[in-house]
């Protein structure tokens, strides 16, 4: 019964490979979001959809790409990796209208090598 | 814009001392506060939160009160257990029509026995 799930857990990659990121919620949420969180524990948002609909895009690469094929899902693929990318993204959603309640992912610890 | 500002961590404290992590906020009109906690290996999660002035927030123990005044939101815990171990992140919402929530970098606490 997990509520928002990330796959895989981790990831570890070669510069310059492209990779994707999964996340479902099982919530029946409207909004869901992509964060990055690096060593230091800093967290930027990245993205946020809202019923499909792109609502939130930080100064992001455009190396980054969201989908979202229904409002459960939002995936993140990253083109071209960098070691700057490495890092934890975490996927979130919340119902409308509530974006300070938010309920997060496990995260996936993502390593560029 | 809209910014948090947390203590730097990390908090090191024996079990059963007082927990104070203080944080402070900047925001354009009158933003709803929360505190998530984010265990080892694991997502945030939502503590408690306060959506308007004087407002007090509490969850397992844990309090924090809105000073508009101060422009704070501190948060406290009388008596620490070790498994509250965590890494603590303030957050504001800006005013009704906010869509994302804005971190502060977050305060490392560690309860030793």
């Known amino acids: 019964d997990t509520a928002v799930s990330q796959t895989p857990k981790y990831l570890v990659t070669q510069m310059g490979n492209d990779k994707s990121i999964k996340c479902e919620q099982n919530?029946?949420?409207?909004?869901m979001y992509w964060y990055k969180q690096d060593s230091k524990k800093f967290l930027k948002i990245m993205f946020s959809?809202?019923?499909?609909?792109?609502?939130i895009n930080e100064t992001v690469p455009n190396r980054f790409s969201p989908k979202s094929p229904d409002k459960a899902h939002l995936n993140l693929h990253i083109n071209s990796l960098e070691l700057g990318d490495s890092a934890v993204y975490f996927c979130?959603?919340?119902?409308?209208?509530?974006?300070?309640?938010?309920?997060f992912g496990p995260g996936t610890r993502l390593t560029v090598l | 814009g809209n910014s948090v500002t947390q203590m730097e961590g990390p908090v090191t404290l024996s079990e059963e001392a007082f927990l104070t992590i203080n944080c402070t906020y900047t925001?354009?009109?009158?933003?709803?506060l929360f505190w998530y906690v984010q265990y080892p290996g694991e997502g945030l999660q939502l503590l408690l939160k306060a959506t308007k002035a004087d407002d007090k927030g509490s969850n397992k123990g844990f309090e924090a009160t809105y000073r508009k005044e101060t422009t704070s939101f501190h948060l406290e815990k009388g008596s620490v257990q070790v498994s509250d171990s965590a890494v603590y992140f303030c957050?504001?919402?800006?005013?009704?029509?906010?869509?994302?929530?804005?971190f502060g970098g977050g305060t490392r606490v560690l309860v030793k026995p």
């Open positions: 925001a354009t009109g009158y933003p709803s």
């Open positions: 957050a504001l919402k800006a005013g009704a029509a906010g869509n994302k929530l804005t």
């Open positions: 959809y809202n019923n499909k609909e792109l609502i």
């Open positions: 979130a959603s919340s119902q409308r209208g509530e974006v300070g309640e938010q309920f």
């Open positions: 919530l029946g949420h409207d909004t």
